[in-house]
């Protein structure tokens, strides 16, 4: 059986674009992989964070994975900062990346041209991304268009260590679903859906009330000629509304654009708010049940002890072929 790994970073809280564009993905094939679920928590301590916050979000995180519908039989759970190979890992292939390929990354060079100070951390993430995935010898990896870069270089890393010190590493291959990779923000559908980002109004998070995702959707920018049509370069609000009924209905954008074919934004609107509002309380419903039990505890035991007895395995053979150690 083919292997599955990805995470989602506790920098900011979980939205409905997490859900759309990454665990969706995860339940879907959930039954299809050995499927590996990770909270790459020190990712998120490239930018400034709160320790107490991001501790309450490691756990959240977990709680909302498994109310997703995630299911701890059929996943592994772990925390990134809890097996010590992860980093361990990352620097030798980081001795195996060139500059060139690091400073392409898009984050990193985003936040430079803005004359932001960034960390060094900030620029090496994406080694320590590569290193999450060679580490278990993963096949797949469920990504957004935005993150297929990063399994590109972790890619790249493996086939050049791969080359130069025999065969190591599994090389993976990013997993783009086709409908909903990337949900924008409602306010600004120009830009992703960010969980770490400032605008508030055009985010849903997956722990908002009621009152407030009816009250976001409805305030979505859409255009002046009240015509739906999927068109992401020209109509890029309504066509963001149409991806997120698509996609939370699981009908093609097709079906989707023919069934509001005689509706006007108010109509798409309301349908999308009933939509996002049913899967969200369900969520919500399960998430209250788990976020104060044992069971988070127990999932994350039990995938440290499976993880980091791998790890050391896939570690231990790294520093061998390298020529670490004794």
């Known amino acids: 059986m083919k292997k599955l790994l990805t995470g989602l970073k506790p920098s900011g809280e979980l939205t409905l674009g997490s859900l759309i564009g990454g665990i969706n993905q995860s339940v879907k094939y959930q039954d299809e992989y050995e499927s590996y679920i990770f909270v790459p928590d020190l990712h998120a301590i490239t930018v400034n964070q709160d320790p107490k916050v991001l501790k309450e979000r490691i756990r959240k995180n977990v709680a909302l994975y498994l109310a997703c519908g995630l299911d701890p ?14 980093a361990n890992l990352s620097w030798i292939l980081e001795c195996n990346t060139y500059m060139g390929e690091a400073s392409r990354m898009t984050q ?56 130069k ?10 997993m783009i679903p086709k409908v909903g990779a990337k949900i924008k ?17 055009g985010t849903i998070l997956l722990l908002d009330s009621e009152e407030d995702i009816r009250k976001k959707i409805m305030g979505a920018v ?14 890029p609000g309504v066509s963001n509304l149409l991806t ?24 798409l609107k309301r349908e999308v708010a009933d939509v ?36 050391k395995n896939k570690y231990e053979e790294v520093l061998k072929k390298v020529g670490l150690g004794r």
Request: net charge negative.
């Open 73 to 86: 039989k059929k996943n592994t759970f772990y925390i990134q900062s809890e097996n010590l190979y992860h």
């Open 108 to 163: 990193f060079k985003d936040k430079s041209k803005k004359n932001e100070n960034v960390s060094v951390g900030l620029f090496t993430y994406p080694i320590l991304m590569a290193a999450d995935i060679l580490l278990y010898d993963a096949d797949l990896i469920p990504t957004g268009i935005d993150q297929k870069q990063h399994v590109e270089l972790a890619r790249n890393i493996a086939i050049r260590f791969n080359n």
């Open 165 to 174: 010190y025999g065969d190591t590493f599994k090389i993976p291959e990013p």
């Open 185 to 201: 923000d409602l306010k600004d559908p120009t830009k992703k859906m960010s969980k770490s980002d400032d605008s508030y109004k």
């Open 222 to 235: 859409t255009d002046s000629d009240n015509k739906i049509y999927y068109d992401e370069d020209n109509k």
């Open 244 to 267: 997120i009924y698509s996609s939370l209905k699981e009908i093609s954008i097709d079906d989707t654009v023919k069934h509001f074919e005689n509706s006007n934004y108010g109509t």
């Open 276 to 311: 996002v509002v049913s899967r969200i309380k369900d969520i919500q419903t399960k998430y209250n049940e788990i976020i104060n039990s044992n069971i988070i505890d127990e999932v994350l035991d039990t995938g440290l002890k499976k993880m980091n007895e791998y790890a």
